[in-house]
């Protein structure tokens, strides 16, 4: 969904939107039991959280900064 949000309306719209969807995957994560995240059974869920939350922010950053639109 990004990416056609992206192409189609600009660039802002498309990084808050996978900022979005890697937050959304992190809470997820956090939240839901083992059994309903299997595609995320490789690492720990500590550090699936923290990664995703990391991922989410530095792109909502990245997109916030970058000037033009």
Request: positive net charge.
């Amino acid at each position: 969904m990004s990416l056609p949000l992206a192409m189609l309306v600009n660039y802002q719209a498309g990084g808050y939107t996978l900022a979005l969807a890697a937050l959304v995957g992190g809470a997820c994560r956090a939240v839901l039991p083992d059994s309903l995240c299997l595609g995320l059974l490789v690492r720990s869920r500590q550090q699936d959280v923290i990664t995703m939350v990391l991922l989410g922010v530095g792109l909502a950053l990245l997109t916030w900064k970058v000037p033009g639109g």
